[in-house]
């Protein structure tokens, strides 16, 4: 959790700098690291495609019925949000490029994952689920204070703004989850 | 007609009755249900979709997506 917690400021930190070369018109490059389209589509599609992984995991190891259900949606919705974001920006003409934001996530997601393949039963369904709520509230408030605002591209935005609202709701589903679990 | 955008059943159109079809019009990206409680009605909208389905029992149906909990609705038909 606290991990979690460093990375939504990681990205927070990103976006001051992002910010701050935003301001010094867009002549020079700066050594900052900037937060363009292309790191943004980057990060958001590693998003999605770290909580499918993750929701492959939960489908091998769990057997609660309620828990699977949740992984599937996982599966299904990520997979189709990504499949759309590739769409985008080959129409776009972006190509994501790779950031410490989307580095980091997937190092956490790597830690987490050896983490809980050790468990099963009870304990490996709630440190799953525990993660996933987590995991959607760290890139929940990514998205809201930092990467729809520094998007550009009107479609990339109104894609992530989609994300926001589905990653919402999947955030509250584990939320729900994790009380059933208790 | 019932749209379905960013996570959410828009409002359901009044005076419904038995025999009515209803149009699912899915506008996210992502695959929705909607699932009467009374087993009435489960009907799957793909992604960006729009699926139609007849009413076939009368009465108040609440209703909900299978893969999203948090979304409900309630739909009303008269005999
Ligand atoms: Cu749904």
Known sequence: ?182 | MISIDRMKFDSVPANLKVGDTIRWVNRDAVPHTATARDRSFDITIPGNSIREMKILKKGQHEFFCRFHPAMKGVLSAAP
């Open chain 1, 1 to 182: 959790m606290l991990r979690v917690m460093f990375l939504g400021m990681a990205i927070a930190s990103s976006s001051l700098a992002a910010a701050s070369n935003d301001n010094s018109s867009s002549a020079a490059s700066t050594q900052e690291t900037s937060i363009g389209d292309a790191e943004i589509a980057h990060i958001a599609y590693t998003a999605g495609q770290l909580d499918v992984v993750a929701a492959q995991q939960a489908l091998e190891r769990s057997t609660n019925k309620d828990v699977r259900a949740f992984a599937a949606t996982m599966l299904r919705d990520h997979k189709a949000v990504n499949d759309l974001a590739l769409a985008l920006v080959t129409k776009l003409g972006v190509t994501p490029q790779a950031n410490p934001v989307s580095q980091s996530l997937t190092d956490e997601a790597d830690a987490v994952r050896a983490r809980i393949a050790k468990l099963s039963g009870k304990a490996f369904d709630r440190a799953y689920i525990d993660r996933e709520v987590g995991f959607h509230a760290a890139v929940n408030e990514a998205l809201r204070s930092t990467l729809i605002p520094a998007a550009q591209h009107p479609e990339l935005k109104d894609l992530l703004e989609q994300g926001l609202a589905l990653f919402s709701a999947h955030q509250q589903h584990a939320e729900d989850l994790a009380r059933e679990l208790q």
